[in-house]
């Protein structure tokens, strides 16, 4: 009955990974259209999230955390709107660098990992349930 424990623990650090995807997903998309109010300032920069799995020694297991979330590095697409306060002197403003198409697949990928993991813990409480039922 401990290795059903453990897979509940394993897979409630994976939804817990998957949510904080989900939290910086959110982010991106909720900032999608934020851009400097002057020229040459910077508009929203797109969040990555990264994993790594590491022993939890407590549960004698290996499970998945946020290692980091960094800022996209990636160069800021431009929109020639002159009448923008932030537009340069060519007219163009610097916009996020934030693409609503690549992050509504990484939530749907996050959304399916954190569906199984929740039916990992689903199994292994109906394992847990039908071992006990053997063993009255």
């Given amino acids: 009955m401990d290795e059903l424990k453990q897979v509940s623990r394993i897979a409630v650090a994976g939804m817990k990974a998957q ?27 797109r969040k990555l999230i990264t994993f790594e799995d590491a022993m939890d ?11 980091s979330v960094t800022e996209d590095m990636a160069p800021f697409p ?3 709107d002159p009448s923008h ?16 198409l690549v992050e509504m697949m990484d939530m749907r ?3 399916r990992s954190y569906e199984a993991n929740m039916s990992a813990i689903s199994v292994a409480r109906e394992m847990s349930k039908r071992t006990l039922d053997m063993l009255r």
């Fill in 19 to 45: 949510a904080e995807r989900l939290r910086v997903i959110s982010q991106n998309l909720a900032n999608v259209d934020s851009v400097g109010q002057s020229p040459g300032e910077t508009p929203y920069r």
């Fill in 57 to 67: 020694r407590e549960l004698g297991a290996r499970s998945v955390h946020v290692r």
């Fill in 78 to 80: 431009k929109r020639l």
């Fill in 85 to 100: 306060p932030a537009a340069d002197a060519d007219g163009y403003v610097l916009m996020p660098n934030v693409n609503p």
């Fill in 109 to 111: 990928e996050a959304q």
